[in-house]
T-cell receptor
Framework: SQTIHQWPATLVQPVGSPLSLECTVE??????LYWYRQAAGRGLQLLFY??????ISSEVPQNLSASRPQDRQFILSSKKLLLSDSGFYLC?????????????FGSGTRLTVV | SQKIEQNSEALNIQEGKTATLTCNYT??????LQWYRQDPGRGPVFLLL?????KEKRKERLKVTFDTTLKQSLFHITASQPADSATYLC??????????FGTGTSLTVIP
């Protein structure tokens, strides 16, 4: 069966520090991969999505970036965090041919920038 | 840009009643609409997907309608139970690739 791993679960980082969040998927190949952010009291905001290795689409201009170095690995990064980067970061995957199904989300990373 | 609105106020209902949640959208013509359940501190869990040419879809105690004229989806939970208490999110897409989410509605089922 397919599983998605996301870590760390919580993170407290100072303003201006770098960030790296990792997400891996098991049990499937060539998944669509997504990074969402959920700020307090707000909906899920799509940040990046990828349909294949090295293929990244950005939805919102910001100081975050994403990379997909391997088929089932998706990384969210920042060189210098801002206070506004605080939030709940969620990685998700969906099979490219499984339109009848929704996303499968990871357990999320709670990021607090101080 | 697209705007997706869900009831911002929490919904409280008595156990056994039908809960009805609303998702309205503007500036968008989605071909697909999904509903998710989210518990505190956890990622959303997929419940149902409905296409623009489908008026209604059911799964166990859940029913979703999709009215492209009204630009609205209704999500019903019949015979609601306290375990149904959670935040429910709608998500829309016109490609089926990337979905855009509403802010969610918090549902509390009172025993």
């Amino acid at each position: 069966s397919q599983t998605i791993h996301q870590w760390p679960a919580t993170l407290v980082q100072p303003v201006g520090s770098p960030l790296s969040l990792e997400c891996t998927v098991e049990g499937t190949s060539n998944p669509n991969l997504y990074w969402y952010r959920q700020a307090a009291g707000r909906g899920l905001q799509l940040l990046f999505y990828s349909v294949g290795i090295g293929q990244i689409s950005s939805e919102v201009p910001q100081n975050l970036s994403a990379s997909r170095p391997q088929d089932r690995q998706f990384i969210l990064s920042s060189k210098k965090l801002l206070l506004s980067d605080s939030g709940f970061y969620l990685c998700a995957w969906r099979g490219q041919s499984s339109l009848n199904y929704g996303y499968t989300f990871g357990s999320g990373t709670r990021l607090t920038v101080v | 840009s697209q705007k997706i609105e869900q009831n911002s106020e929490a919904l409280n209902i008595q156990e056994g009643k039908t809960a009805t949640l609303t998702c309205n959208y503007t500036n968008y013509s989605p071909a697909y609409l999904q509903w998710y359940r989210q518990d505190p501190g956890r990622g959303p869990v997929f419940l149902l997907l409905i296409r623009e040419n489908e008026k209604e879809k059911r799964k166990e105690r859940l029913k979703v309608t999709f009215d492209t004229t009204l630009k609205q989806s209704l999500f019903h939970i019949t015979a609601s139970q306290p375990a149904d208490s959670a935040t429910y999110l709608c998500a829309l897409s016109n490609t089926g690739n990337q979905f855009y989410f509403g802010t969610g509605t918090s549902l509390t089922v009172i025993p």
